[in-house]
């Protein structure tokens, strides 16, 4: 698809800059700036003149993140806002500190006894904390409780920068992101465990996510794990898979098997790789970017390719589903944060048309599959009847 035909289809906002909100541009970076949903950006940013203290400042959707919702000081090495609720979650070394934003209020508090390589919050409940050895759940809410143990961290993640933790709806799935640098490239490797089975894969990818969507012929929605990556050819791949517990009467995915293929742009570098994944249910479509801010969507039906459209002239650090657009909300290392939004009605028209297209083509080879099984019965029968007037 040209760039020009994707720019009727979509739209990018620019709405502010970090840097209006007095963060130098130097702060701007993936470990500084952060957003567990759409509802709060929160920035971790200058230190305090000579002190070990740094500013922090969070940022509200109700206000397109124009304003400054809440600001304070910290000694903690890195700061979380709950994904809906106004908390905040400080990190300061081993030890972790909740707090409301409108009463001031310690809320709870824990600590670890190992070094933490990453942290996140995978539902409203629980953090998620990952340790050189171990990888481990603080149920916020309970009384007195310190991070259980979920299972050992493995020796492929140790050698890789973890980016990513997340887990489905439902808390029975989880993955876990580590990227490092191998030969010309990025790569990435991606920890999958089943909480219910006590299973463990690693497989070789870049970015994740769970979703749950509702495919058109199935009576019931369907828990989905998406995985995007990139190969040493410039190539990517994105998988749609379903994920048990099975719900009776659904039929699988079309494309749980099938493969979306992206061709990266080599004017984006050698180093370009998928960085996130989202899904929107109420569009039926997957988005994925690149660091170097390349936005590709795709039909989560059929797995046909709608779009593919740069978005920044920067690279992206974080994006999330906007979930009042169902487009995209990112963040640049230029400060800029940006809306990507669907043009609606030609959106719509754009994919029933490919989805059409792919369906077609998808026919078409299985009838060329029957008629070539039909011919190879045809010849099976014919040398069959030949050896039986001869026998």
Known sequence: ??????????SVVDVVNLTDHNVPHSEITWSRVSMTSDRWICVRHSKIDSTKTFRWIVLDQENDYKHISYSGSTVADSVLMHPSEPIIAFKAFKTFQVFNLDTKSLLCETSHGEKVLFWTWLNSDVIGIITETAICHWFVWKEETSPKKVLNNHRRLKSTQIV????????????ITGLFEEGNGISGIILVHSVSENLTQCISAHAVCFAEYHFQDNPYPSNVFCVASRDTRSHGNIHVIELHPYRKGNLAP???CDRIHVDFLDSFGKYDFPTTIQVSSRYGVLFMITKYSVLYICDMETAAPLICSGISNDIIITATLNTKTQGILGISKDGMVIFVNLQKTKFVYKRKHAVKKNVQASLSEEKKILEVDKMTSDKCQSVHRKTNASQ
């Open 1 to 10: 698809m040209h760039l020009t035909e994707a720019n009727v289809l979509i």
């Open 164 to 175: 990513s933790y997340k887990a489905d709806h439902a808390m029975r799935w989880l993955a």
């Open 254 to 256: 079309k494309n749980t």
